[in-house]
């Protein structure tokens, strides 16, 4: 089993944006991604910053996760809302 963490510092201002596109993200993956076992956007304290949780039953399911269409699609349209690079951490359960 795969958990990842990922931040995400998103523009000012672009927050409405942000959660409905992680929205329709969040429904196509539970509804296209049977090895995905957790998908979940979180807000911080901060306004700017969120924080995804993620579960996978293993690397090929976190691939067939980065190579499905609706990832590829709805990611280019967060890109608009993101300020840099999401820091993502990659973990194996133990």
Do not use: W
């Amino acid at each position: 089993m795969l958990g990842i963490i990922a931040k995400l510092t998103i523009k000012p201002g672009t927050n409405a944006d942000f959660e409905s596109t992680m929205r329709a993200l969040q429904a196509a993956v539970r509804a296209n991604e049977p090895g995905n076992k957790l998908y979940a956007l979180h807000k911080t304290a901060e306004p700017t910053v969120y924080v995804m949780l993620e579960r996978y039953d293993d690397e090929a399911a976190l691939a067939a996760h980065r190579a499905a269409p609706h990832f590829k699609e709805l990611g280019r349209k967060l890109g608009d809302c993101l300020a840099g690079r999401p820091d993502v951490q990659v973990m194996t359960e133990i």
